[in-house]
């Protein structure tokens, strides 16, 4: 039904606050798990960490919490993202949005997992073996919480390259032929990409990063000729 703008103010007023609560709760739900969710991020060789200052541990402490919370109360958040946003959407964007949700839930999910089982331990692994036997690690928990989850959201946004195509495609924003005739751009597009997401600025994360991406690429490439294809014969 039409609103006034008072009553969309109202809408999004409820709206924020209801994620917000649900934000809050699993916050306070995983605080209290905190170590268990501290020792599932922890891989060899790293054994413990440090902090350097009295109230460092308890702030990191409460940012893995929010994130945490954050991630578990999505579904929720999502839901009212959505209930907001799908009154000002056509027919036809409603229909696309709804046809990519779940491939994007399930993208953002899967490079979420390929960057906790392959690339984090990996990384980790040879970043701190580079440095030799001769000089010993001392991570603060700050900079180790803050490496991790950059890379966690990192790879889970760059995973969702081909629901991204594929609603351009569906749109007829773009074409498998301008994906193909642009590939070289796109190579260079996503080496820059991966330097500025990486959560360290060597190359050795740069090339972790734009491997998949490369290959998301690929991927959205053959994606969007199915939807276009799709979309011309309808």
């Not at 308890?58 to 940012?63: H, I, N, P």
């Not at 001392?138 to 890379?151: A, D, E, G, R």
């Not at 991966?194 to 972790?208: E, G, K, N, Y």
Request: aromatic content about 16%; proline content about 5%.
């Amino acid at each position: 039904k039409k609103m006034t703008l008072v009553e969309h103010l109202d809408e999004r007023r409820r709206r924020i606050l209801v994620s917000a609560a649900a934000v809050v709760v699993c916050a306070c739900v995983a605080f209290w798990k905190i170590q268990a969710i501290l020792s599932l991020l922890m891989f060899e060789p790293v054994d413990h960490l440090a902090f350097f200052s009295p109230a460092e541990a308890f702030f990191e402490y409460c940012k893995l919490a929010f994130f945490s919370g954050l991630f578990i109360a999505s579904p929720l958040v999502l839901y009212q993202v959505w209930a907001f946003v799908s009154a000002g959407l056509t027919q036809k964007e409603r229909r696309v949005v709804l046809f990519a949700l779940p491939f994007s839930v399930t993208l953002f999910l899967g490079g979420v997992v390929f960057a906790y089982f392959f690339v984090l331990p990996w990384s980790l692994r040879f970043l701190i073996d580079f440095a030799g036997p001769n000089v010993y690690p001392i991570l603060s928990i700050s900079k180790y919480l803050s490496f991790v989850i950059m890379l966690l959201l990192s790879f889970g946004i760059v995973f969702e390259m081909p629901v991204a195509v594929m609603i351009l495609a569906k749109l007829g924003i773009v074409t498998p032929s301008f994906l193909r005739k642009n590939r070289k751009i796109a190579i260079v597009a996503i080496f820059i990409a991966a330097a500025v997401i990486t959560p360290t600025p060597d190359a050795f994360m740069q090339c972790l990063m734009a491997v998949p991406m490369l290959f998301l690429y690929e991927l959205s490439i053959w994606i969007s000729k199915l939807v276009y294809k799709k979309e011309k014969t309808i």
